[in-house]
């Protein structure tokens, strides 16, 4: 006989779970007397948000379901942006969620929440669990949704008492999930659509990505001098030192790469959705049926077709296509001149434009370049400040590059947590801004309560920078809501019990860098920035030039 919620973390266990994130609740309690005697490592965050991001992260990081824990009503709707950025990501997750004495089920007692209602639009799948004796079973479903076809989240309800109930019931199996291959006529299919285009273009995108997948896909890019890209925080995906890549179709993508999407006439989507960032708000592929030749490679058959009608819809998991097509045979390339055009534009991209105002955020990223290794992760969370992040970065590995597709601020410190709990000898680099960061520092707590040497390099403009950006460009001079106050972050950071300095000059950065590493506590260095400089590219009073 065991309570509900040993045998809840029994099942995690046969799953390899090794670590959980969680803010407690006593809606849980037996879950966390469980965890007690349990190999798995439970992380106590400060916010929901954090603990859903970091489990988020976790999913990204290791291609198995984060685990979140969570207390019913205001901890579910607080953990609810980790489990959307799951969806909009494909990031197996899995949100456990505590929940009213079945007893008292639909009479709106305290803290009540309808999960499979509240969450029905968001995850994968929401619902409750009624019975101890059918743990074994909802987890098993659980973690095989969440790892199936598009992978993303599931959110289970557990009533308290079905977790105090003690019932005699059998461990279900651990989770393997079900494979697709590629058909053989569609290989053939490809190959001939190959051989006709003069101009094509592989972008490579989420839905259950490996490392070797990334190495398959570049070798048969290299071995066809195809050039790919990479959808939007899809930059570790394939080693960006290839000839092959040409660079990244997120937000202020460079303009030649957009226009070379605009003028492939072969698009060959490997996994991804084509979602709204990559395609510049559906403006580079018409929907739904785009001028290009469209092969669109995904694990969920109802995703193809979903916006844009492909010539060639491959419904089937990408490390087996990746795999598939570095065995086929090359095409001769008529487009060598093509590829290695978009080549030159990329590394183009990566030099930067001297920029006024004390830290010359260009520079610093060409000094990351060089002194980061290639196992270091970047994350982060949204705002201009990651135009800079993700332009000037140079990713070689897969699973270096942790940020939300789902542009959501307060993402990145919960993110590097996980990082360096996944990844104890690796550094965690999270990029953020002034609003971004009080989002999410909260977490900068938990970093240090669990001795995480995580790096924040903090740009502080003084304002919403990206709002304030769109605002002069549709409501020139006429600025509202946008501005920010701050706190001294140092100061914050050392208040945190972490290490903060704040670099002056540009030239001061090297050694301040060294100097929150050394530390080996959760640092923070703080980049104040021209708040002119909106973008590498334009200023504020561009725009409002722009504007008027
Ligand atoms: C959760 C969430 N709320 C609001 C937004 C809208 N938003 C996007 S960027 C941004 C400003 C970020 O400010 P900051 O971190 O200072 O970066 P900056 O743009 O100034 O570089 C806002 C409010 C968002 N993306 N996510
Ligand atoms: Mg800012």
């Known amino acids: 006989m065991r309570n509900g919620g040993r045998i809840l973390v029994d099942q995690l266990e046969l799953n390899d779970v090794d670590l959980a994130f969680c803010l407690p609740g006593e809606s849980f309690l037996p879950v966390l007397d469980a965890l007690y005697d349990s190999p798995i490592r439970l992380v106590s965050c400060r916010h929901e948000q954090g603990a859903a991001n970091a ?25 609810a942006v980790g489990v959307h950025t799951a969806k909009q990501d494909s990031t197996p997750l899995i949100l456990l969620v505590g929940q009213v004495p079945r007893a008292f089920e639909g009479r709106e007692a305290w803290q009540e929440l309808d999960y499979a209602r509240v969450f029905g639009g968001i995850a994968k799948a929401a619902w409750h669990v009624d019975r101890a004796d059918r743990i074994p079973e909802h987890i098993e479903r659980g973690f095989s949704l969440a790892l199936s076809g598009r992978p993303g989240p599931v959110v289970l309800a557990l009533p308290e008492d079905v977790l105090v109930e003690e019932a005699e019931v059998a461990d279900a199996a651990t989770v393997r999930p079900a494979h697709s291959l590629p058909r053989d006529d569609d290989l053939m299919r490809l190959h001939e659509l190959l051989a006709a285009s003069e101009r094509p273009l592989v972008i490579v995108g989420e839905g259950g990505w490996t490392r070797e997948t990334g190495e398959d896909v570049l070798a048969f890019c290299e071995a066809n001098e195809l050039p790919v890209a990479s959808a939007f925080r899809c930059q570790d995906f394939v080693d960006n030192r290839s000839r092959a890549y040409v660079g990244v179709l997120g937000v202020a993508m460079d303009e030649r790469l957009a226009t070379r999407v605009r003028e492939a006439d072969l698009v060959l989507a ?114 201009n400040f990651t135009v800079w992040a993700h332009r000037f970065a140079e990713f070689t590995r897969y699973g270096t590059q942790v940020c939300p597709r789902s542009g959501s601020m307060g993402y990145g410190v919960a993110a590097a947590i996980a990082a360096k709990l996944v990844h104890p000898d690796r550094i965690a680099v999270c990029f953020t801004g ?22 924040v390099l903090l740009v502080n403009n003084g304002m919403y920078g990206t709002i304030r950006m769109h605002q002069e460009r549709q409501f020139p001079g006429r600025v509202i809501g946008t501005d920010l106050v701050n706190p001294d972050f140092p100061a914050l950071a050392r208040a945190y019990g972490g290490y903060g300095e704040r ?27 021209d708040p002119e400089r909106i973008s590498p590219r334009i200023t504020l009073s561009e725009l409002q030039l722009v504007g008027r």
């Open 55 to 79: 489990a988020e992260a976790y999913g990204k990081l290791t291609g198995r379901p984060g685990i979140c824990l969570v207390t019913r009503g205001p901890g579910a709707t607080q953990a």
């Open 270 to 383: 490997f996994g991804g959705r084509l979602g709204e960032v990559p395609t510049r708000r559906y403006t580079l592929l018409d929907a739904p049926r785009p001028r290009q030749t469209l092969i669109h490679a995904h694990p969920d058959p109802a995703e193809l077709g979903f916006v844009y009608r492909p010539d060639l819809p491959i419904a089937c998991d990408l490390p087996e296509l990746a795999a598939a097509l570095r065995q086929l045979k090359p095409v001769e390339p008529r487009w060598l001149e093509w590829t290695q055009a978009a080549r030159g534009d990329y590394e183009a991209n990566l030099r930067h434009e001297p920029m006024e105002g004390p830290v010359d955020l260009g520079e610093i990223m060409a000094f990351l370049r060089n002194r980061l290794p290639g196992d270091a992760i970047q994350t982060c969370g949204a705002g």
């Open 434 to 455: 002034d609003g971004d960061f009080v989002m999410s520092s909260p977490e900068f707590a938990t970093a240090v309560q669990y001795e995480l040497p995580i790096i």
């Open 503 to 529: 670099v002056e000059r540009t030239a001061d950065f090297e050694a301040a860098f060294e100097r929150a590493l050394d530390s080996g506590l959760p640092s923070l260095l703080e980049l104040p920035v």
